[in-house]
Protein backbone atom coordinates (compact mmCIF):
# COMPACT_ATOMS: atom_id res chain seq x y z
CA UNK A 1 0.00 0.00 0.00
CA UNK A 2 2.78 1.95 0.97
CA UNK A 3 4.03 1.64 -2.83
CA UNK A 4 1.04 2.95 -4.09
CA UNK A 5 1.15 6.15 -2.13
CA UNK A 6 4.40 7.00 -2.96
CA UNK A 7 3.35 5.92 -7.05
CA UNK A 8 0.80 8.37 -6.88
CA UNK A 9 2.72 11.48 -5.35
CA UNK A 10 5.78 10.83 -7.95
CA UNK A 11 3.49 10.52 -10.43
CA UNK A 12 1.98 14.31 -9.83
CA UNK A 13 5.59 15.42 -9.62
CA UNK A 14 6.52 14.27 -12.92
CA UNK A 15 3.14 15.50 -14.66
CA UNK A 16 3.91 18.75 -13.13
CA UNK A 17 7.50 18.82 -14.28
CA UNK A 18 7.12 17.82 -17.46
CA UNK A 19 4.39 20.53 -18.24
CA UNK A 20 6.92 23.06 -18.05
CA UNK A 21 8.86 25.30 -16.05
CA UNK A 22 7.01 28.93 -14.60
CA UNK A 23 7.09 31.60 -16.95
CA UNK A 24 9.54 34.92 -16.66
CA UNK A 25 5.70 37.10 -16.29
CA UNK A 26 2.53 36.75 -17.41
CA UNK A 27 -0.44 38.47 -18.48
CA UNK A 28 -1.47 38.84 -14.62
CA UNK A 29 1.40 41.21 -13.78
CA UNK A 30 2.39 38.42 -11.45
CA UNK A 31 5.73 38.05 -12.27
CA UNK A 32 8.32 34.70 -11.30
CA UNK A 33 9.64 36.11 -8.38
CA UNK A 34 5.93 36.61 -6.91
CA UNK A 35 5.67 32.84 -6.66
CA UNK A 36 5.65 31.13 -3.59
CA UNK A 37 5.34 28.09 -0.96
CA UNK A 38 5.55 29.00 2.37
CA UNK A 39 4.87 26.84 5.65
CA UNK A 40 5.70 25.56 8.72
CA UNK A 41 7.03 22.31 9.64
CA UNK A 42 7.13 21.65 13.22
CA UNK A 43 7.13 25.10 13.66
CA UNK A 44 10.11 25.59 11.63
CA UNK A 45 9.39 28.28 8.81
CA UNK A 46 9.78 26.88 5.06
CA UNK A 47 10.11 28.93 1.80
CA UNK A 48 10.67 28.34 -1.36
CA UNK A 49 10.25 31.38 -3.05
CA UNK A 50 12.74 32.35 -5.58
CA UNK A 51 12.93 30.20 -8.64
CA UNK A 52 16.26 31.60 -9.61
CA UNK A 53 17.72 30.10 -6.97
CA UNK A 54 16.92 26.47 -7.86
CA UNK A 55 13.45 25.97 -6.62
CA UNK A 56 10.66 24.83 -9.05
CA UNK A 57 6.95 25.98 -8.58
CA UNK A 58 4.26 24.72 -10.56
CA UNK A 59 0.81 23.76 -11.03
CA UNK A 60 -2.50 22.43 -12.40
CA UNK A 61 -5.78 23.15 -12.10
CA UNK A 62 -9.11 21.08 -13.26
CA UNK A 63 -7.79 18.49 -15.74
CA UNK A 64 -10.28 16.36 -16.64
CA UNK A 65 -9.23 12.74 -18.12
CA UNK A 66 -11.32 10.58 -20.17
CA UNK A 67 -13.73 9.45 -17.11
CA UNK A 68 -14.38 12.85 -16.03
CA UNK A 69 -12.15 13.04 -13.14
CA UNK A 70 -10.83 16.31 -12.33
CA UNK A 71 -7.35 16.87 -11.16
CA UNK A 72 -5.73 19.43 -9.39
CA UNK A 73 -2.19 19.59 -8.23
CA UNK A 74 0.43 21.79 -7.05
CA UNK A 75 4.36 20.91 -6.36
CA UNK A 76 7.05 22.97 -4.85
CA UNK A 77 11.14 21.34 -4.90
CA UNK A 78 13.31 23.24 -2.66
CA UNK A 79 17.01 22.28 -4.78
CA UNK A 80 15.24 21.47 -9.05
CA UNK A 81 15.60 18.87 -10.23
CA UNK A 82 15.96 16.74 -6.99
CA UNK A 83 12.51 15.87 -6.63
CA UNK A 84 13.10 13.58 -3.70
CA UNK A 85 14.21 15.99 -1.10
CA UNK A 86 12.69 18.58 0.30
CA UNK A 87 9.52 18.45 -2.07
CA UNK A 88 5.89 19.37 -0.84
CA UNK A 89 3.15 18.02 -3.04
CA UNK A 90 -0.62 18.78 -3.26
CA UNK A 91 -2.49 16.11 -5.45
CA UNK A 92 -6.09 16.52 -5.60
CA UNK A 93 -8.94 14.18 -7.75
CA UNK A 94 -12.52 14.61 -7.76
CA UNK A 95 -15.62 14.18 -9.99
CA UNK A 96 -16.50 17.39 -9.62
CA UNK A 97 -14.52 20.71 -10.88
CA UNK A 98 -12.67 22.08 -8.07
CA UNK A 99 -13.66 25.59 -7.05
CA UNK A 100 -11.99 28.76 -5.05
CA UNK A 101 -13.39 29.22 -1.38
CA UNK A 102 -14.02 25.64 -0.58
CA UNK A 103 -11.68 23.15 1.96
CA UNK A 104 -10.56 20.54 0.30
CA UNK A 105 -9.97 17.73 2.91
CA UNK A 106 -9.32 14.24 4.05
CA UNK A 107 -11.65 14.14 6.58
CA UNK A 108 -15.76 14.65 6.73
CA UNK A 109 -16.71 18.09 8.31
CA UNK A 110 -19.37 20.43 7.92
CA UNK A 111 -18.76 22.58 4.86
CA UNK A 112 -15.50 20.75 3.46
CA UNK A 113 -15.22 18.49 0.57
CA UNK A 114 -13.71 14.90 0.45
CA UNK A 115 -12.13 14.48 -2.41
CA UNK A 116 -11.75 11.00 -3.95
CA UNK A 117 -7.76 11.23 -4.22
CA UNK A 118 -6.24 13.66 -1.56
CA UNK A 119 -2.38 13.81 -1.15
CA UNK A 120 -0.50 16.51 1.00
CA UNK A 121 3.07 15.10 0.97
CA UNK A 122 6.12 16.31 2.04
CA UNK A 123 9.99 14.47 1.47
CA UNK A 124 12.29 15.54 3.93
CA UNK A 125 16.11 16.16 3.33
CA UNK A 126 16.57 12.52 3.78
CA UNK A 127 14.13 11.68 0.84
CA UNK A 128 11.94 10.31 3.96
CA UNK A 129 8.33 10.89 2.70
CA UNK A 130 5.47 12.13 5.08
CA UNK A 131 2.08 12.40 3.84
CA UNK A 132 -1.58 12.69 4.63
CA UNK A 133 -4.16 10.81 2.35
CA UNK A 134 -8.00 9.96 2.50
CA UNK A 135 -6.91 6.48 4.06
CA UNK A 136 -3.52 6.99 5.62
CA UNK A 137 -4.56 7.02 9.39
CA UNK A 138 -5.78 3.45 9.79
CA UNK A 139 -1.93 2.89 8.60
CA UNK A 140 -0.23 5.25 10.74
CA UNK A 141 -2.79 6.58 13.99
CA UNK A 142 -3.40 10.32 14.81
CA UNK A 143 -5.50 13.23 13.61
CA UNK A 144 -7.11 13.20 9.57
CA UNK A 145 -7.05 17.56 9.78
CA UNK A 146 -5.17 18.19 6.25
CA UNK A 147 -6.94 20.08 3.58
CA UNK A 148 -6.49 22.31 0.89
CA UNK A 149 -8.07 25.43 -0.22
CA UNK A 150 -7.88 27.61 -3.29
CA UNK A 151 -8.32 31.39 -3.13
CA UNK A 152 -7.65 32.94 -6.81
CA UNK A 153 -7.14 30.71 -9.95
CA UNK A 154 -6.53 32.81 -13.29
CA UNK A 155 -5.56 31.48 -16.52
CA UNK A 156 -1.76 31.80 -15.13
CA UNK A 157 -1.49 31.31 -11.56
CA UNK A 158 -3.10 29.76 -8.41
CA UNK A 159 -3.28 30.86 -5.15
CA UNK A 160 -4.46 28.73 -1.70
CA UNK A 161 -3.63 27.49 1.91
CA UNK A 162 -3.10 24.13 3.53
CA UNK A 163 -1.80 22.49 6.12
CA UNK A 164 -2.27 18.77 7.99
CA UNK A 165 -0.87 16.29 10.02
CA UNK A 166 1.39 14.37 7.46
CA UNK A 167 2.55 10.86 8.27
CA UNK A 168 5.59 8.00 7.77
CA UNK A 169 5.88 5.08 9.25
CA UNK A 170 8.19 6.44 11.45
CA UNK A 171 6.57 9.01 12.71
CA UNK A 172 4.44 12.43 11.76
CA UNK A 173 5.18 16.09 10.82
CA UNK A 174 2.75 19.15 11.30
CA UNK A 175 2.12 21.50 8.55
CA UNK A 176 0.69 24.78 9.58
CA UNK A 177 0.21 28.37 7.90
CA UNK A 178 0.99 26.84 4.49
CA UNK A 179 0.34 28.95 1.50
CA UNK A 180 1.20 29.11 -1.90
CA UNK A 181 1.26 31.10 -5.58
CA UNK A 182 2.40 29.14 -8.30
CA UNK A 183 2.31 29.22 -11.93
CA UNK A 184 -0.63 27.27 -13.39
CA UNK A 185 0.51 24.84 -16.45
Same mark, same amino acid.
Given at each position: ?9 W ?7 ? %? ?32 K? &? ?12 ? &??Y?T ?12 ? =? ?11 ? %??G???? =?????G ?5 V ?15 EI ?12 K ?8 ? =? ?10 ? %?? &? ?7 E ?6
Amino acid at each position: MMKHFTFISWFAILAIFF %QGCSKDDDDSGTVAGDYYFRFKLDGQQMDYTDPKI &GHNLSGSFNLVDSK &GIYTTSAVAMKTYPTINK =NTLTIVLAHPAEF %QTGIDYT =NFDASGNVVTQVFVLGYYDANSVFYHAEIYSIPLFGGETDAKVRFSEITST =NMRGTFSGTLYH %QS &GSVKVTQGEFNVPRN
